[in-house]
């Protein structure tokens, strides 16, 4: 089956320090990703999607100079905390779909900003 | 605006029983609907697609059932062990495939051996 993969699975940051996170689409290619942000004991949150050659588009209330998003490829896109503090420290996660079939999801990744 | 509901938030049942886990939406013209699963720390694994067209779909110990008409659907695990112990969710599309997830809140079970 289809396979996404993000990386790190975990990240301890400084205050003030920019953290980038990735998400890989394995075995197909995905022109939309997703990111999303899972708070404790809460559902995810649709964060933005990722548009393969173009601008992401934001949620409302989400930061896009904060939360930069980069989907160079159709296989690769990356989010990026910037100066990041203690508010950010969450639980990030992408998501690839293929064109018709189910949404598949990284592993997701615990940012904690110390 | 699509609102996705499950109910109850948490289930604890004993190893060997039957369960249904119950999911509704609001707006009942959807693309699919898809269950997962997320185990603490984890993200999330896909367990089941129905797709607008089909009733129901089977993956050895799990069923899920859609109605349309009346904005349900229903995740059964037969037989339920304490490796079942996850949170489940239940996503529809904003619009088709490929397009953002509105997700359920999830329901939290705990399968006490």
């Known amino acids: 089956g289809a396979v996404v993969s993000q990386h790190p699975s975990w990240v301890i940051c400084k205050s003030g320090t920019s953290v980038k996170i990735e998400c890989r689409s394995l075995?197909?290619?995905?022109?939309?990703m997703f990111w999303y942000r899972q708070f404790p004991k809460q559902s995810l949150m649709l964060m933005a999607t990722?548009?393969?050659?173009?601008?992401?588009?934001?949620e409302q209330g989400v930061e896009k100079d904060k939360f930069l998003i980069n989907h160079a490829s159709l296989t690769l896109s990356t989010l990026t905390v910037t100066s990041a503090h203690p508010e950010d420290s969450s639980f990030y996660i992408c998501?690839?779909?293929?064109?018709?079939?189910?949404?598949?999801f990284g592993q997701g990744t615990r940012l904690t900003v110390v | 605006k699509q609102e996705v509901t499950q109910i109850p938030a948490a289930l604890s049942v004993p190893e060997g029983e039957n369960l249904v886990l119950n999911c509704s939406f609001t707006d009942s013209a959807i693309y699919n609907l898809q269950w997962f699963r997320q185990d603490p720390g984890k993200g999330l694994t896909s367990l089941l697609l129905i797709q607008s067209s089909q009733r129901e779909q089977t993956s050895g110990r799990l069923n899920a059932s859609l109605d349309k008409s009346s904005g349900r659907s229903t995740l059964y695990i037969a037989a339920s062990q304490p490796g079942d112990s996850a949170t489940y969710l239940c996503a529809v599309p904003e619009t088709g495939a490929n397009s953002k997830l509105t997700f359920g809140k999830g329901i939290t079970l705990s399968v006490r051996p």
């Open positions: 998501s690839a779909s293929r064109r018709t079939t189910e949404a598949f």
């Open positions: 075995d197909f290619q995905a022109t939309t």
């Open positions: 990722s548009n393969e050659g173009s601008k992401a588009t934001y």
